[in-house]
Structure formats: C-alpha cells, structure tokens
Antibody, heavy 121, light 107 residues
Framework: QITLKETGPTLVKPTQTLTLTCTFS??????????VGWIRQPPGKALEWLAL???????RYSPSLKSRLTITHDTSKNEVTLTLTNMDPVDTATYYC?????????????WGQGTLVTVSS | DIQMTQSPSSMSASAGDRVTITCRAS??????LAWYQQKPGKAPKLLIY???ILQSGVPSRFSGSGSGTDFTLTISSLQPEDFATYYC?????????FGQGTKVEIK
C-alpha cells in the first residue's frame, strides 16, 4: 500500500533554511503520471499548496514562494526533498507531502501524517 | 491564480441532517475539482475528485456536483464521524489552490 512520511526539524530560526524529506513506499516516482506534492497548513488556517514534482522531473512551484522553494527527487531512494530558504515566523505550519496520480485525477489521494515546523528565535 | 471560495465558512448541524457546502472558482475549471475532509490533528482525506467521482472507500452519503465555476459537496445524512473541516481544491492549472475550508460542527 502507498505510504508517505515527512521528516525534518521541528524548530528552525528565522533566516535559516528548512529541509524536509518525504519518504514514500508503494509506488515509484518513475511511473508515468505520478507526482509528489508538498502542502502546508499554518495552525488553525487553511491548506496551502507549495510545490509538486512529477515522474519526468517536471517541477511546479507556488508563485508566491517560488524564489525560496526547491523540490527534488533522489532517484536512488524513494525520497522527495523540499527546501524553503529564509524562514520566517509566518512559515510556521504543518507540512504535508502527498501522492498524486492520474487514477485520482491528479489530486492528492495519499498523504503523510504531516510534520509541524515552528519558526522562532 | 484561481481563487477558490467556499461557503459557508462554518455551520452547525445535527446527525441525520442533509448538509450542502459550496465552492466557487474565480474562473472556469471544468471538472477539475476535489473535496477533502480533515479532522483535527490529521491529514486531509480525499473524498471526491473530478467534481463528482467518489474516491474508493468513501461512503456513498457523500456526493459532489458541478462544473465550470460552481460546485457542491453534499452529505445526505450526516453521521457523527463526519464532523470535520472540508476543503475544495482545483487542479485545472498551477498553482493548485484550496478553498478556505468549511467547518461542520455539532449543533
């Protein structure tokens, strides 16, 4: 079955760079149509889409965060990494990675449990 | 960016009630719309995609309709486990965008 899990620091200081890893199983990011996305949710607020990487290494970013975001896939491992530079307290949120594929309309059908990242000095 | 606007933002309902949540896109998105359910402290769960296609394993009391700019999620008979926050999301174009959420609370 498909599973995803986010790992990374729980606390970062302002101006630091956040690096999160999504480790997945049950699917291959080399399969046509498959993608892994990142979505975040500040405490008590709505979901915000951040980035998505597809099987062909096609990468898409939120325009409002594009200058700070990088998404990569380690092809030797089942891992997708998200980096967000110049962290600010407003970036405090639970960060989720999620699976996407054509059979579910390219929507996010499997999600990780999420990881809460707090930005504070 | 395509803006997704949900209404209402919150509502109170009783078990057994028929509940309707609407989502409006700022421009036409055909049927590129999904609905998610999120419970406190949990990841969102995909309920419906393609505006009206029920995700595998989702109870049939959930249904979706609409196309273009106006969409609806209906819960035919609200169950205790359905009290949650519901989000719509469009996948017609990048960036993907979510609605602000509709919290369904117990009356």
């Amino acid at each position: 079955q498909i599973t995803l899990k986010e790992t990374g620091p729980t606390l970062v200081k302002p101006t630091q760079t956040l690096t999160l890893t999504c480790t997945f199983s049950g699917f291959s990011l080399s399969t046509s149509g498959v993608g892994v996305g990142w979505i975040r949710q500040p405490p008590g607020k709505a979901l915000e889409w951040l980035a998505l990487i597809y099987w062909a290494n096609d990468k898409r970013y939120s325009p409002s965060l594009k200058s700070r975001l990088t998404i990569t896939h380690d092809t030797s491992k089942n891992e997708v990494t998200l980096t967000l530079t110049n962290m600010d307290p407003v970036d405090t949120a639970t960060y989720y990675c999620a699976h996407s594929e054509p059979s579910s309309g390219w929507f996010f059908d499997y999600w990780g449990q999420g990881t809460l990242v707090t930005v504070s000095s | 960016d395509i803006q997704m606007t949900q209404s209402p933002s919150s509502m109170s309902a009783s078990a057994g009630d028929r509940v309707t949540i609407t989502c409006r896109a700022s421009q036409g998105i055909s049927s590129w719309l999904a609905w998610y359910q999120q419970k406190p402290g949990k990841a969102p769960k995909l309920l419906i995609y393609g505006a009206s296609i029920l995700q595998s394993g989702v109870p049939s009391r959930f249904s979706g309709s609409g196309s273009g700019t106006d969409f609806t999620l209906t819960i035919s008979s609200l169950q205790p486990e359905d009290f949650a926050t519901y989000y719509c999301q469009q996948a017609a174009s990048f960036p993907r965008t979510f609605g602000q959420g509709t919290k369904v609370e117990i009356k």
